[in-house]
């Protein structure tokens, strides 16, 4: 067995009467970042919504640090110290961004030096923490969604997409955040369409496919062969830097 | 941890405008310019005032027992018909329970009578509450999402809770008069007001500002709201809302059961049917307000109540139809309810 903290074995699910993820099999290395990549419709979001119990897993297992999370209701998954960014971001329009963040902070309160990290990361929310964050513009509440996933330490985060739709400065500052977090030694399985980001964040990848993982290994390897990235999505990483 | 990250920003903030302000307000200010409407159509003040006093009290108790059906409709989506069945139980359980402390209510003595009011009120709301238990587990939970089955099954609820109180309490209806202390009416500005009603604007006042401030300023509070918006990510973050759900449910029977209370001392003769009778009113306050706001339940009820009196007063065979016309009038101008949360599913 390896020193992964997330395993995903032969992991089936169906939405209704699809057959979404056809036995995925994922091993997400403790500290560090693993990008989840592929075109859209193989199966990424389902795995992350699948990991969270969202979506149950039909047949395969799930294990997180030891600990077989298939069956587990969602909030004892999350307690375990799994975040989750959703496509949708997921903020609650209604609330202010400090009763997100508050929401968020599952010990509640948030450690006043974490709340420094963040505005610095993200000094939008800090304008604005005393709005409802429906009033927020796009990126700024991806700024919010990802800034609650952080807001206390976790074990794993589970992020789709953080860049989807966003200005180059908002994908910048965002994925400064998660260099960051990646610095502290978190883990992270993080679904995404921007290469460059890719490329820059990732240690480990997995391309998925038609609702399974057709190639895992090293980014670094995927990042510098043109003919795996072809053969496994269809096109090149080549990205202007 | 590092420093210098998102593209400087300097949003402009600016102050609402007027009209954005008075958007926000205008519920208020629709019930103000009812009440205007009011004195001019009945004309003389004192009769007003004394219609005003009533239908502020009548909006105060359908604000009591429509706003846990509110928070229920919001956070749940469960359209719960079986809301009357907690309404009649409670005024069942309270006024049995007041029959019980005779030398108290019959004192003239306010503090003796507010004492049985207060004991009777606990009793009913802790006998909702376990009841609201046993409905969600056992009528509410099967049907979780599914609308149509919802209508269906608390009907079906709602039905066998009057006949359990035909078996409990026997076919008769019940009168139920008002501690001693509390009957009559006292003279304000040369308005009779009744003393009864007073009390109600007064436990309507309390109960919305324990509400509002619950919801504000609390955790409980603030995962209700968020689970208003979306449940799954409340989940997400590790809150179990199926547990907030029971209690939800639980405390808006228990609310069903003061209102019930209230609203059967009020009447002063109860029958298994007092609940069921009140819904319309209810679930008017409650589409009005907008699912899931007990701002818009509060602003609704107090108008339906007020136009629900002047209109009794003025043209007594529209009472009814004036409350459906607000509704209707409410929702062409905000299809959502005026304080909308929830949005459509």
Known sequence: ?241 | MATALAPEHKPKIENATAGERLSRHMPILIILVLALLGLLAIGSPVTWLTLTVAGLAMGMMIFIMASGLTIVFGLMDVINFGHGAFISVGAFVGVSVLALMASLTHSSALAANLLAVGVAVLAAMAATAIMGYVFERFIILPVYGQHLKQILTTMGGLIIVEQLIYVFWGPNQLYAPKPEALRGAIVIAGAAIEKYRLLAVVVGLILFAAMSYVMAKTRVGLMVRAGVENPEMVEALGYRIKRLFVLVFMAGSALAGLGGVMWGLYQEVITAEIGSQVMIMVFIVVIIGGLGSVGGCFAGALMVGLLANYTAFLAPKLALVSNIALMVAILMWRPMGMYPVVKAK
């Open chain 1, 1 to 241: 067995m390896s020193d992964a903290l997330l395993t995903l074995q032969g992991v089936h699910t169906h939405i209704g009467q699809y057959h979404i993820l056809q036995g995925v099999d994922l091993e997400v290395p403790a500290g560090g970042v693993t990008m989840l990549l592929g075109r859209n419709g193989a199966g990424k979001t389902t795995t992350l919504r699948t990991i969270m119990g969202l979506w149950r897993a039909s047949k395969g297992r799930i294990t997180f640090d030891g600990i077989d999370i298939t069956g587990l209701p969602t909030p004892d998954i999350s307690r375990l110290g799994i975040a989750f960014v959703p496509e949708d971001m997921g903020i609650f329009a209604g609330l202010t961004v400090e009763e997100n963040m508050r929401l968020a902070a599952q010990s509640g309160a948030i450690d006043s030096a974490r709340l420094d990290w963040i505005f610095s990361a993200f000094p939008p929310l800090k304008t604005f923490w005393k709005f409802p964050a429906g009033n927020l513009s796009g990126g700024q509440k991806q700024m919010l969604s990802v800034a609650r996933a952080v807001a206390e330490k976790r074990r794993l985060y589970l992020i789709d997409e953080p860049s989807k739709g966003l200005a180059p400065a908002i994908v910048s500052s965002l994925a400064k955040a998660l260099k960051d977090l990646k610095a502290e030694g978190a883990t992270v399985l993080l679904v995404e369409q921007n290469f460059s980001m890719a490329r820059a964040l990732g240690d480990t990848v997995a391309v998925m496919d038609d609702g399974h993982v057709v190639h895992g290994g090293l980014m670094a390897e995927l990042a510098s062969d043109r003919t795996l990235q072809t053969r496994f999505m269809g096109l090149t990483m080549e990205v202007a830097d």
